[in-house]
């Protein structure tokens, strides 16, 4: 996977020295004085399987950080980060919405889907899948490209039911990149395997 940089479109990982991570809940003034402090510091927060949905992340000339489960206008200064991995919607409609409710201070956080539904699934949720679980389920099965989701997918019946398992590649990982970049996003930030 080849994902275009440039100074205004940065890609970052946990390793990054732009990125601090701390999965502690914090006061969101420390977080601030700490973003703050150093000139492109970022402080993400969440529990120990990493930071919830919808939050955290970057803010102006580099990355700030806001307390779990708060919204960005709790503090404006600092951006969010949104991830790849959706099940439902399209993925420029999500990057989009965020966008214009955060402009200019939204990251994509580039997360691999893996994941197992039954079919119908009107919840939208699904089980996770490991490595082995997905090449299982892949094995023998035709993929098709879901160009809303921006993902594969595959299908089939087992005792009499629906199955599908939506998943990423290189491929639509790319091409979510350049959905956030086009809808306006700050750059990407790299989830740790």
Sequence with gaps: MVIETTPTFPVLTPQSPLLTVSRQAEDPEEVLR??????????????????PAGAEAAGEGGLGGQAPGGTPRDLPQCGVLISSSLSGG????????????????????????????????????GQALGKEALHARLQDRQSFFDSGLCCAYTHWL??????????DTADTLTQKVHLARQAGFQGVVLKSA
């Design 34 to 51: 700490r973003a703050g402090a150093g000139a492109h510091a970022a402080v993400v927060l969440g529990s120990a399987g990493g930071p």
């Design 90 to 125: 399209t993925a420029m409609q999500r990057f989009s919405e965020a966008a214009e409710a955060a402009p200019g201070r939204c990251w994509l956080l580039l997360e691999w889907l893996s994941m197992e539904f039954p079919l119908p699934c009107p919840s939208g949720d």
């Design 158 to 167: 087992e005792d009499g039911r629906g199955r599908m398992v939506l998943y």
